[in-house]
């Protein structure tokens, strides 16, 4: 039986029934591949039979691009590491034949018997492609497209003896760009139905083959007489809901599937829909060789166990069964589908003038990051989406944002957000920067010529409609958005909102563009975006931006461990900024894209070397993005319905708006992200020296113990209040203000600001350890602490995981500011990725804290746990 959430698997799965069989696997191995002017001489009918040699063709990697197969042959550098970029090729100054190859792989498949159909299917090929089977062509015109599937039905062509071949001539895209600097090069990039960033960014360097290749999965399926495509599945859940409920109300799903008739005799049969122990049916008569799509009847989910985003409730997911089958008993084709029981709604909020997005009846306050693609080469894999999507939700976001200059993010990527609970907003594939909104001396063509990009308009039209069939069962897809930062072109933005939505979903929120008014109101001008770049801490609390921000992002380089992965040594120096240009002294620094922190990194003290630098540079991420999203809590439904901070990750080498590298080692933004939006939360306005509450829950929180104080550099301790308080659902509160205080106390060195909640039980619930400075600005006085006299013990739970318990003395000052991190004690490396509940913690005086370590455990391998502390010398605990 096939898993399908979109017409096309990659998962071996196999039923019986009368002895028909039926199954799906995927074409992952044994392909090779040569460039095209190598074997120009031979005919493609020649080269797809097994007849012909392969000999001196080089192993290919599928799914993969041109460029990943010559990295993985070691024929160009990685481009990741330093300004190896620019010693590969670059396919605007070569011409496209440089990249143009043939794929090719000799499968086993027998010839079918009956009705059994086998078919081919491409998830996914940049740009062009013609394809040929045992000596046959198998499209008639050459096939384009980065978006737009495609499906073969190979039963007649496959070779009696069961042994095939598959040839693949991939073509770059028509326009490849100019890749000059500018934000999607010259922007004729645009002019294909592809993603546009392969020419370059303000993140990121140009894509030397521009992804040529067949960059997603190729499958064999076997069906029936009757194969089913699209499922489509609707869950209606009426009222306001609550996560807790024991005795739920019912929920209505609503399903169809098409239905294709492969024979030239009419088939009658049953197609059935089973969820939840209960099922509907529906009698069918196929016509010879027709397709019919079907709606059944609506089944009723009785007490559904309901899916709701991260922090709200749990992600409960249903397994839900399509099957057809034929009067005589035959399956002809069936299907496995998650479901997720939940329903998404839309509403403008008239006090902050923006949309407000609601889930099973409840509003949603939107935490969202922006997302560009999981690896610039598109090597994706199921793995490292799960662990990418693990890390946003561990920084207590709800939604991620698909940027428009990329791609349709993969089945893989949404199973995971199914997973973690993380809302999508899915963006098309447009930019206001290749697309025409912007005068810009970059460009090669004028704003009304790129306004009307691309080029071939029907190709967008119907590649967007195959891809809504492919994702739209995905509780987590929450949003459509037409293009960032631009409505699309007239006619497609028409198709799109007018026609494809309502018939191919109907139940979703579009956006016209990523910040369109019908978004956010704009009352301070500009773009709807931003502000980009470091900021002082009370700007995030006093200035007021659009009520529904879809991009506001800041810093974040990694620490030296991370830097050392793609710097060479001479280039691991302090970053220099040269005033007035995005850029510094040193031309590796400047290529991987940095972004500057101003003298925010000096206010600890000036910087010695690069491990200095990026050991202070963490605590200004920390605060950063702490503040950033407590200034946006803190002043939720009042000022902002959701803010999607620019971006959360980077998919090469980069030095700007990540909470993680490229190779999933995570910095301190990500650990000030998931302080600042916790559940249930403490928090200071640095702005006004404020403390409020903050309830990012549906839960209301009575006899709360809000308790304030502070401490010195040598761990001396002063309580400013104790007060009972409430956290009211979805909201936050101002309690009190206490600027005086700190004033007076932390005018010499600064000093430690601590906001605690604790329940009726006197548990700690929240605890949220600030670092002040001195009068002067300054957080030299943390340069003065006394050394650190916490103790580090751990605990194993099972292969891969350990609690880690952090105990200090009372007598001792703060354990300041400590990053643990598990190590391969042969190769010293760190352990990625590794998911910790908490990281660059803090340990007052007396005190204890504990955190869960999970990482990818090996037998045989020796790990140790290293803790490196402000105040504390590295040291290493060998975990046995």
């Given amino acids: 039986m096939k898993k399908l959430k979109y017409g096309i698997v990659a998962l071996f799965a196999l039923i019986h029934a009368k002895g028909f069989s039926q199954n799906m696997y995927e074409l992952n191995q044994h392909w090779v591949c040569k460039k095209n002017s190598d074997v120009a001489s031979i005919s493609p009918n020649k080269l797809s039979t097994t007849e012909y040699s392969l000999k001196n063709w080089i192993p290919a990697t599928v799914p993969g691009t041109v460029l990943t197969t010559l990295i993985n042959n070691k024929t160009v550098p990685d ?57 046959k062509k198998l499209n008639k015109e050459t096939f384009k497209g980065m978006f737009l599937r495609q499906r073969y039905n190979i039963t007649s062509l496959l070779n009696s003896n069961g042994k095939n071949r ?130 059944l009847p609506e089944l009723i989910v009785a007490n559904p166990k309901l899916w709701w985003p991260n922090t709200y409730g749990p992600q409960n997911l249903y397994t839900g069964k399509v099957i057809f089958t034929e009067n005589n008993g035959v399956i002809s084709d069936s299907s496995s589908l998650e479901i997720g029981i939940r329903q998404m709604r839309h509403e403008w909020n008239a006090h902050t003038r923006s949309m407000q997005v609601s889930v099973n009846g409840q509003p949603i306050f939107i935490r969202g990051g922006n997302w560009v693609i999981s690896d610039e080469l598109l090597r994706f894999s199921k793995e490292r989406y799960d662990a990418e999507i693990r890390f946003h939700k561990e920084m207590n976001l709800n939604l991620i944002r698909v940027w428009g200059g990329a791609i349709t993010e993969r089945p893989e990527f949404y199973e995971a957000c199914d997973k973690y609970g993380m809302l999508v907003m899915q963006d098309f594939w447009g930019s206001g920067d290749c697309n025409g909104r912007w005068i810009d001396p970059m460009k090669l063509e004028d704003q009304w010529t790129r306004r009307k990009y691309p080029d071939d308009h029907s190709l967008f039209v119907e590649s967007a409609s195959d891809m809504i069939k492919m ?11 037409g293009g960032n930062e631009i409505t699309l072109v007239d006619d497609i933005q028409h198709a799109l909102k007018d026609s494809l939505m309502p018939k191919l979903d109907g139940t979703r929120w579009f956006i016209d563009y990523s910040n369109s008014d019908s978004m956010s109101y704009n009352s301070i001008g500009g773009n709807g975006d931003g502000p980009y770049g470091i900021q002082t801490l009370p700007y995030f ?3 007021r931006t659009w009520p529904f921000n879809s991009e506001i992002g800041s810093v974040g380089v990694g620490d030296i461990v991370s830097l050392r992965r793609f710097l060479p040594k001479e280039n691991q120096v302090i970053p ?28 600890y003290g000036k910087p010695k070397d690069l491990e200095d630098f990026a050991r202070k540079a963490q605590l200004v991420n920390y605060d950063q993005y702490r503040s950033l999203i407590e200034g946006f809590i803190g002043h939720q439904w009042d000022w902002y319905s959701g803010i999607m901070i620019w971006k959360t990750q980077n998919p090469w080498t980069a030095l700007r708006g990540q909470m993680y590298d490229y190779y999933l080692d995570p910095n301190a933004c990500l650990y000030g992200l998931r302080t600042g939006g916790q559940v249930l939360h403490g928090m200071w306005n640095p702005a006004d020296s404020s403390i409020y509450i903050a309830n990012n829950s549906f839960k209301k929180a009575d006899n709360i113990m809000l308790s304030v104080k502070v401490y010195d550099m040598n761990g001396k301790d002063s309580v400013l209040t104790n007060v009972f308080s409430e956290a009211i659902p979805q909201n936050s509160k101002k309690i009190m203000y206490i600027s005086h205080a700190l004033k007076e106390l932390g005018k010499k060195d600064g000093l430690f600001l601590v906001v605690e909640l604790k329940n009726d039980k006197k548990a700690l619930l929240d605890q949220n350890i600030y670092w002040l400075p001195n009068k002067e600005g300054d957080y030299t006085g943390l340069n003065k602490m006394p050394t650190s006299k916490v103790d580090v013990a751990y605990k194993k739970v099972k292969d891969g995981k350990i609690t880690v318990t952090f105990s200090n003395p009372k007598d001792a000052t703060v354990s300041f500011f400590n990053r643990v991190s598990v190590v391969d004690k042969q190769t010293g490396d760190r352990v990625l990725p590794t998911f910790y509940s908490d990281n660059y913690v803090s340990i007052l005086p007396g005190e204890q804290k504990t955190i869960e370590i999970e990482y990818p455990f090996q037998s045989g391998k020796n790990y140790s746990l290293e803790v490196d502390g402000w105040n504390k010398k590295a040291t290493q605990i060998n975990l046995n």
Wanted: a negative charge.
């Fill in 471 to 481: 994702i739209r069962n995905y509780p987590s897809l929450a949003i459509w958005c």
């Fill in 79 to 135: 481009p990741f590491y330093g300004m190896n970029n620019n010693k590969i090729p670059d396919i605007y100054f070569t011409g496209k034949g440089e990249y143009t190859y043939w794929f090719v792989n000799d499968f086993n498949e027998n010839k079918p018997k009956g009705e059994e159909q086998v078919w081919l299917n491409f998830r996914g090929i940049n740009y062009g492609c013609d394809v040929y089977l045992n000596g």
């Fill in 166 to 295: 598959l040839a693949v001539i991939v073509y770059p895209p028509d326009a490849v760009g100019n890749p000059n600097g500018g934000q999607g090069g010259d922007g004729t990039i645009a002019k294909n139905v592809s993603h546009q960033y392969v020419a370059g960014w303000d993140w990121i360097q140009p894509i030397r083959d521009r992804n040529t290749g067949i960059w997603d999965k190729v499958t064999i399926e076997k069906t029936g007489a009757v194969d089913m495509q699209y499922p489509h599945v609707i869950t209606k859940v009426p009222g306001v809901r609550q996560p807790d409920v024991t005795n739920q109300a019912p929920a209505n799903v609503l399903t169809s599937v098409t239905l294709h008739n492969n024979t030239a005799a009419t088939k009658n049969g049953t197609i059935k829909f089973e969820l939840a122990g209960k099922s509907v049916e529906k009698s069918i008569a196929l016509q010879p060789n027709s397709t019919q799509e079907v709606a």
């Fill in 576 to 603: 220099i900024e040269i005033p007035g240009k995005e850029a510094v002294d040193d031309s590796v620094i400047t290529y991987h894209k940095y972004i500057g922190y101003g003298n925010s990194v000096e206010k």
């Fill in 541 to 543: 609390w006093s200035y």
